[in-house]
């Protein structure tokens, strides 16, 4: 049950009012609020008005090693880890029952920190409380001691949680991600500490009050350390004292963590970009599959890994195909977040803005046709950070259809076989989500199999669900993926106990 009402533009509700006020957002370390040793700061700006919103503290490496270290005593002296499963699963239940009593609160601060339109917040903090209830519930499930019948052998295999674990996340689904990350690794009894983006980091911050105030965990299971990539982020990828690391983010940065924890031998799980392609037959309803794609790429105004980015179209639909893709991303509303007629928010930051616009030109250089211009987009009286929705053309080897843009922008071009449309989805370095579109159910169920990606989704896009493994292959990521049963035996370390008989 919620306790406050969607906020008006103005209007926020008090306990998220009196956050706001707070002069400076420390970290949250061992049940503590820390500042940095050197008493950096940075600034959170709202990316829909361009406007500070609030300083924040920056960690520099010996202040993330001290979290790291609160996570390793929690961990062995707190209790979290040796407590009884049902009892450890019902504290995350109490944890999500905190966040749905707030959830209006949680996403108006996630709406205002990352420019996201309020009720794709709201959507997000709920997917939050889900993720916690399912791997709540899923950790009293398992099969903690597990007897092998072997010939001459007495022998089975335990399982323990792992120690501390490591998360670093990016900006476009915060609180999200934040939950697909701590909810596995403190169900089956991990520590954890959590390196939200630089330029979101206030839900997790937000969460960190809620847990204190209504204790609802041991201190130092859950620590929050605030700072810039290059120093925080990269203390926490090369602390030795992590038993699992998770980076979520852009291939370029996921190699360096990955590297880092190679070199202290730390299993590492990255969650990375995307280049996904929706490849759409010719025996579909158009106007209803057009408006499919036109929500898929501008929802979160295109911020999304697994987005569908390649629209590619049978050949005797093409024209008509994308007359109504046209029209449709025409009439996308644009507008500030919390704006109740808003479809399309800002992008998060002026840098994220320069990279959209920078790819149409970069496109067009590299021989695209630009079917919908897009450009910078204008909000009466909102200074923020606002694109139009794009579509561009032509060859699949233009730099626009084979790098990721992260905005909304979708790149257009046809098909003639069902071989070929598998052969162009598949013709990319990266494996994340791609979807198949089509009224013969047996020819979507053979072209999302041929997908060489994590993810096959047929008439639908970005489908995620608790339950259904989800990860990518090659620069999309490595390592197990999220949201599944095996992601909570990734947080579960194994030893076999073996007795010759
Ligand atoms: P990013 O890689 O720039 O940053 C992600 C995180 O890494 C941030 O917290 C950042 O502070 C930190 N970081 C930056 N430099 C670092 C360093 N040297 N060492 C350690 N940490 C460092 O990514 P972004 O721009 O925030 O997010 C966009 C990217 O994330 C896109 O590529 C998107 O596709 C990807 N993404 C993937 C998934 C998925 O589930 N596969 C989900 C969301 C986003």
């Not at 306990?15 to 040793?37: P, Q």
């Not at 979160?300 to 987005?307: E, F, L, M, R, S």
């Not at 598949?426 to 169920?445: F, H, I, M, P």
Request: net charge negative; glycine share 10%; hydrophobic share 45%.
């Amino acid at each position: 049950m919620s306790t406050t009402a969607a906020p008006t533009a103005t209007g926020f509700a008090p306990a998220v009012s009196a956050f706001l006020a707070t002069a400076l957002h420390k970290s949250y370390v061992g049940g503590r609020w820390v500042e940095a040793t050197d008493g950096g700061t940075f600034e959170v700006l709202d990316p829909g008005s361009g406007t500070k919103i609030a300083t924040v503290t920056s960690l520099q490496k010996s202040d993330v090693d001290r979290a790291v270290d609160a996570a390793v005593d929690a961990f062995h002296n707190s209790g979290w880890a040796s407590m009884p499963v049902a009892e450890r699963a019902a504290r995350l239940h109490r944890i999500a029952d905190a966040v749905e009593a707030r959830i209006h609160e949680f996403a108006q601060v996630e709406a205002l920190d990352c420019g996201k339109i309020y009720a794709q917040a709201v959507g997000d903090i709920q997917n939050f409380i889900d993720t916690f209830r399912y791997f709540a519930d899923l950790s009293q499930a398992v099969n903690y001691r597990q007897v092998i019948a072997v010939k001459k052998h007495e022998a089975w295999v335990t399982r323990h949680p792992w120690g501390a674990c490591g998360f670093i996340i990016p900006w476009n689904f915060p609180f999200l991600l934040a939950g697909w990350g701590l909810a596995p690794a403190l169900a089956a009894g991990n520590t954890c500490v959590l390196k939200p983006a630089e330029d979101t980091p206030l839900s997790a911050l937000y969460l960190c009050h809620v847990v204190q105030q209504l204790d609802l965990l041991p201190p130092g299971v859950l620590n929050v350390v605030t700072g810039y990539g290059e120093t925080a982020g990269a203390a926490v990828s090369q602390n030795p004292r992590f038993r699992r690391m998770s980076f979520t983010g852009s291939p370029e940065v996921g190699r360096l963590v990955a590297e880092a924890a190679g070199r202290n031998l730390i299993p590492v799980k990255c969650e990375l970009g995307g280049k996904g392609a929706a490849v759409v037959f010719n025996d579909v309803d158009i106007p209803e599959t057009a408006q499919a794609l036109v929500n898929a790429i501008t929802f979160h105004t295109g911020q999304v890994c697994c987005d569908a980015t390649r629209w590619l179209i049978q050949r005797d639909i093409y024209d008509d195909f994308v007359g109504e893709c046209v029209k449709r991303m025409k009439s996308v509303q644009i507008g500030y977040q919390f704006d109740g007629g808003a479809q399309m928010g800002p992008v998060v930051n002026a840098k994220q803005q320069a990279r959209v616009l920078g790819y149409l030109q970069k496109g067009v250089a590299d021989g695209a046709d630009l079917v919908l211009e897009g450009g910078a987009g204008a909000v009466a009286g909102r200074n923020g950070f606002y694109v139009k929705p794009a579509l561009l053309a032509g060859s699949l080897n233009n730099v626009a259809a084979r790098e990721e843009i992260f905005g909304p922008v979708a790149f257009l071009a046809s098909f003639a076989s069902e071989e070929e449309g598998v052969r162009l989805a598949n013709d990319t370095e990266y494996g994340l989500g791609n979807s198949v579109w089509s009224k013969d159910l047996q020819r979507c169920a053979r072209v999302a199999e041929a997908f060489r990606a994590g993810n096959g989704w047929i008439n639908a896009h970005n489908v995620i669900v608790h339950g259904v493994p989800y990860g990518g292959i090659g620069k999309s990521g490595m390592g197990g993926g999220v949201v599944s049963p095996e992601t909570l035996d990734d947080y579960l370390r194994p030893i076999s106990v073996v007795r010759p008989l």
